[in-house]
């Protein structure tokens, strides 16, 4: 690595160490050849961004963290669930709606496209995802998470796109204009999986 990108890496590590957890860096080349980081975008100076960070969620009180970790060791491979939740750090109780919409909890579950498992992986999502066996319960949920997790990150951080993307594609997501395709079973499939996951939070 040069001794400019060095020195240009050592000074974005320091700069997002003073802001936000959630932001954009962007990179300034002025016409001397001097590099200037900031946080403002400005079309007139050709920013570059250099890095996004997705936002930190607000931790949920103590409590609630109990009780939802309660209601959901109370189904079917919690313990499964729980360790594909904490190694993609995602709420147990939103894996546990993605399983009971997709497969009801059927290991042997296959849709007539070809999906198949507890999260109904697709053939070419589950090689790409390195899920060797899609039958296998801790591997089909750790590949399911790791996909959630993805499109989580694609979409921002929002849920109901990233959800959207589970079901019907992230292709067609992005096709829709970034918004919940107008697919019959997706708009039935998202506020099913939402209310489901709200509902195993609040321990209804």
Same mark, same amino acid.
């Given at each position: 690595?040069?001794?400019?990108?060095?020195?240009? %890496?050592?000074?974005?590590?320091?700069?997002?160490?003073?802001?936000?957890?959630?932001? !954009?860096?962007?990179?300034?080349?002025?016409?001397?050849?001097?590099?200037?980081?900031?946080?403002?975008?400005?079309?007139?100076?050709?920013?570059?961004?250099?890095?996004?960070?997705?936002?930190?969620?607000?931790?949920?009180?103590?409590? *609630?963290?109990?009780?939802?970790?309660?209601?959901?060791? +109370?189904?079917?491979?919690?313990?499964?669930?729980?360790?594909?939740?904490?190694?993609?750090?995602?709420?147990?109780?939103?894996?546990?709606?993605?399983?009971?919409?997709?497969?009801?909890? !059927?290991?042997?579950?296959?849709?007539?496209?070809?999906?198949?498992? %507890?999260?109904?992986?697709?053939?070419?999502?589950?090689?790409?995802?390195?899920?060797? !066996?899609?039958?296998?319960?801790?591997?089909?949920?750790?590949?399911?998470?790791?996909?959630?997790?993805?499109?989580?990150?694609?979409?921002?951080? !929002?849920?109901?796109? *990233?959800?959207?993307?589970?079901?019907?594609?992230?292709?067609?997501?992005?096709?829709?204009?970034?918004?919940?395709?107008?697919? +019959?079973?997706?708009?039935?499939?998202?506020?099913?999986?939402?209310?489901?996951?709200?509902?195993?939070?609040?321990?209804?």
């Amino acid at each position: 690595m040069g001794r400019v990108a060095a020195i240009l %890496l050592g000074m974005i590590a320091a700069l997002g160490s003073a802001m936000p957890a959630y932001g !954009d860096i962007y990179r300034e080349v002025a016409a001397d050849g001097s590099i200037t980081l900031t946080n403002v975008y400005r079309k007139e100076r050709k920013s570059v961004r250099l890095r996004r960070e997705a936002p930190v969620p607000p931790a949920m009180p103590v409590a *609630a963290a109990k009780k939802q970790r309660g209601e959901a060791g +109370a189904l079917p491979y919690a313990a499964l669930v729980a360790a594909a939740a904490v190694e993609h750090g995602l709420p147990e109780a939103l894996l546990h709606a993605l399983i009971r919409a997709e497969s009801n909890y !059927d290991p042997h579950a296959v849709s007539p496209k070809g999906a198949a498992g %507890l999260m109904q992986l697709m053939p070419d999502t589950a090689r790409e995802l390195g899920v060797a !066996d899609v039958w296998d319960p801790a591997a089909n949920i750790r590949g399911g998470a790791r996909y959630l997790k993805r499109l989580l990150e694609m979409f921002d951080q !929002d849920l109901s796109l *990233a959800v959207a993307a589970y079901n019907a594609g992230p292709g067609a997501v992005i096709g829709s204009g970034s918004a919940i395709p107008p697919f +019959a079973e997706t708009q039935r499939y998202v506020p099913k999986v939402l209310e489901h996951y709200r509902r195993l939070q609040s321990g209804g």
